[in-house]
């Protein structure tokens, strides 16, 4: 699932839950949204230059993952289906 969201409110809530969220933070709408949706897992796209910047990102993408509350790692830069999965899954995992 992919859910584009331009407000903290809403993040704050979102990685309040319980479930594996990753936020995906980008300056733009792009194909690799489609390949991301493709995921098994819900993910939140932010655009909005005032939250990136709130968040200190510095690489475009980068995906914040939260699991039980908790921000477990970070991916920064765009990779492929297979290195992507492999780094969720070695986050989820550790």
Do not use: A, Q, W
């Not at 839950?17 to 939140?44: A, C």
């Not at 477990?72 to 999965?85: R, W, Y």
Request: glycine share 2%; aromatic share 10%.
């Amino acid at each position: 699932m992919f859910i584009s969201i331009d407000n903290m409110d809403e993040i704050d809530n979102i990685i309040k839950t319980r479930e594996l969220m990753l936020l995906k933070f980008d300056n733009k709408e792009s194909k690799y949204n489609e390949f991301i949706d493709g995921l098994s897992f819900k993910v939140i796209n932010i655009t909005d230059e005032e939250i990136i910047d709130f968040y200190d990102i510095d690489v475009l993408p980068t995906i914040l993952v939260y699991k039980d509350r908790n921000l477990m790692d970070s991916i920064k830069g765009f990779h492929t289906k297979t290195v992507l999965l492999k780094k969720i899954m070695n986050i989820i995992e550790n």
